[in-house]
Nanobody, 127 residues
Framework: QVQLVESGGGLVQAGGSLRLSCAAS????????MGWFRQAPGKERDIVAA????????YYADPVKGRVTISRDNAKNTVFLQMYALKPEDTAVYYC????????????????????WGQGTQVTVSS
């Protein structure tokens, strides 16, 4: 089993920044591909960003491209999502996810690709 705990969410004004963290425990973190998803009220849970197990490859969804950076520190079992120039439409619950079976330097972008999920952290962007 893997436990994922997100932190860093909160209320921020449009144009502001936030850094989300996801701490993992229970298994070898460096063997997992990681992702960040978000879900706004009444909407699907969508990919925000993904990162390969080594951190060498990353993916960003179009709505956030250029405004977020995903990174990981395998020594600290933590993945980060740095968000800049936040917009009201970024308001959502943000979830961290881990995939156990990985191949090479792949990242994964579908919800069904992931085996473990955190409880989520709320991000609210006011206009």
């Amino acid at each position: 089993q893997v436990q994922l705990v997100e932190s860093g969410g909160g209320l921020v004004q449009a144009g502001g920044s936030l850094r989300l963290s996801c701490a993992a425990s229970g298994r070898t973190f460096s063997s997992f591909a990681m992702g960040w998803f978000r879900q706004a009220p009444g909407k699907e849970r969508d990919i925000v960003a993904a990162i390969s197990r080594s951190g060498g490859r990353t993916y960003y969804a179009d709505p956030v491209k250029g405004r977020v950076t995903i990174s990981r520190d395998n020594a600290k079992n933590t993945v980060f999502l740095q968000m800049y120039a936040l917009k009201p439409e970024d308001t959502a619950v943000y979830y961290c996810a881990a995939r156990e079976r990985t191949y090479g330097a792949n990242y994964y972008t579908r919800r069904d690709d992931y085996d473990y999920w955190g409880q989520g952290t709320q991000v609210t962007v006011s206009s």
